[in-house]
């Protein structure tokens, strides 16, 4: 049965959701809550913690975030209304949470962050995504999280994040992690790429997809090598895009 792929391509994604940094901070309930008001897709990351849960953060460390000189994995999941994300009323949100909050409103970019319980963290993760009523798929950077993916539910829209750093676009070319996934998501540095063009070549329904346009320069860059794009606004940066001026306008190379 072949896959829906189609809203993948069809809007915008908002980078850990639609977020000015300021009032509404980055993957907060509050960022996913104006990005579903604009209808732009969202991208966020999920972590499983050492207690148990899955939760809504970016940073390995909450310092960024929270001001709190701890590793995210370890916070108390029975406090989170404490960790409060930039000062702000917002606090991390968990997996459920978000999930509840979207609804099926937009689709999902739903990245795992890597870690070494892959099996115990990718089931847990799909025993609360399978009864889920909207559009997602699920990508990373850590290649062994895409291949359990891959095995263990191949009916699941599946991406292989792909970063800029040269150990990470040799592993992911040598892996040949392309074979197991129905899009790449690259860095807008590693474009234009003679290996992606040979890649959509090869394989003419592979999705290409750009992150993160934050700037001009990313979005020209954008427009002439991949189908859609994950963007971010931060009103504490003027050089970045702005709404809705480019994203809205966005048309992909195919």
Known sequence: MAKDTKWLTATPVAHRGLHNNKTLPENSLGAFENAVKHGYGIEFDVWRTNDGQLIVHHDPKLNRTCGKNMSTKSIDTTKLDEYKLMNTEYSIPTFKQTLDLVNGQVGLVIEIKPTKLVGVTCSQIWDTLKDYKGNYCIE???????????????????????????????????????????????????????????????????????????????????????????????????????LPNLVNNFCCRK
């Open 140 to 242: 990373s950077f850590d290649p062994h999280v895409v291949r359990w993916w891959a095995k263990h539910h191949p009916e699941i829209i599946l991406g292989q994040l792909c970063d800029w750093y040269l150990w990470h676009k040799v592993m992911v070319k040598s892996m040949k992690q392309h074979r197991f996934v129905d899009f790449l998501a690259t860095s807008i540095k590693n474009l234009p790429s003679k290996y992606y063009q040979k890649i959509c070549k090869q394989y003419p329904d592979m999705i290409m997809i750009g992150w993160t346009v934050r700037t001009k320069e990313n979005y020209d860059l954008a427009v002439n090598n991949v189908d859609n794009i994950i963007f971010e606004t931060n009103d504490k940066n003027p050089d970045y895009i702005g």
